[in-house]
């Protein structure tokens, strides 16, 4: 079992860019969470998706969309990108009652 | 009334040592309790959680005591070992719902 993988593991953008982060989720998971953790942070939840539905949503603006496909893999899109949302990026899967299990992260670095 | 408080912030201790890191919430609505280990550059790694109708869960050297009544939980690590150093994050759910992350306490663990 490959576990949840993300990619890219880095990624530098220039201010007002759009990135594209990706996600596999563990195998047999079928909701997947995003995450964006500041240095020194707590991750603060971006987005849920279930059954290619965005199901809640945290605090987060318009710029930061997502989407998941049938196979429950999902992509992370932030649109006008901003120094301030340098981070690293969690895409955490589950199952109904398990517990989320977190890929290894995308570490956006936006100059 | 989302939040989960987390301390201490950092904590130092000798190996062998008992490490403790206590949690406090306020939503009573939380039915799952997880805790995440991260290192450096890594995503949080599911450690060890726990449900609110049993008031402890030993796996190994890691224990999580919950009381109810206090909503109050927290993480015991017996017999720390230095690659035990890492940030701990204790977390709080309800149903599906998204993740609440307390703040993290590094953890130093000294030969």
């Known amino acids: 079992d490959a576990g949840v993988t993300q990619s890219p593991t880095h990624l530098i953008k220039t201010r007002g860019q759009q990135v594209t982060l990706r996600c596999s989720p563990k195998?047999?998971?079928?909701?997947v969470s995003w995450y964006q953790q500041a240095l020194g942070q707590g991750p603060q939840f971006i987005f849920q998706?279930?059954?290619?539905?965005?199901?809640q949503r945290g605090n987060f603006p318009d710029r930061f969309s997502g989407h998941q496909f049938p196979n429950y893999s999902s992509e992370l899109n932030v649109n006008a990108l901003l120094l301030g949302d340098s981070a690293l990026y969690l895409c955490?899967?589950?199952?109904?009652?398990?517990?989320?299990?977190f890929g290894q992260g995308t570490r956006l670095t936006v100059v | 009334q989302q939040q989960v408080k987390q301390s201490p912030q950092s904590l130092i201790v000798q190996k062998g040592g008992i490490s403790i890191i206590n949690c406090a919430y306020e939503?009573?609505?939380?039915?799952?309790f997880p805790w995440y280990q991260q290192f450096p550059g890594k995503g949080p790694a599911l450690l060890i959680a726990?449900?609110?109708?049993?008031s402890e869960k030993k796996e190994g050297r890691f224990t999580i005591s919950f009381n109810k009544s206090a909503k109050q939980f927290s993480l015991h690590i017996m017999d720390s070992q230095p690659g035990d150093s890492a940030t701990y994050f204790c977390?709080?759910?309800?149903?599906?719902?998204?993740?609440?992350f307390g703040t993290g306490t590094r953890l130093q663990v000294f030969p």
């Open positions: 955490a899967s589950s199952l109904m009652e398990q517990g989320a299990f």
């Open positions: 195998s047999g998971h079928d909701t």
């Open positions: 998706y279930y059954e290619e539905e965005e199901r």
């Open positions: 939503n009573t609505a939380f039915d799952y």
């Open positions: 726990i449900r609110p109708d049993v």
């Open positions: 977390a709080a759910i309800y149903n599906t719902d998204k993740l609440i």
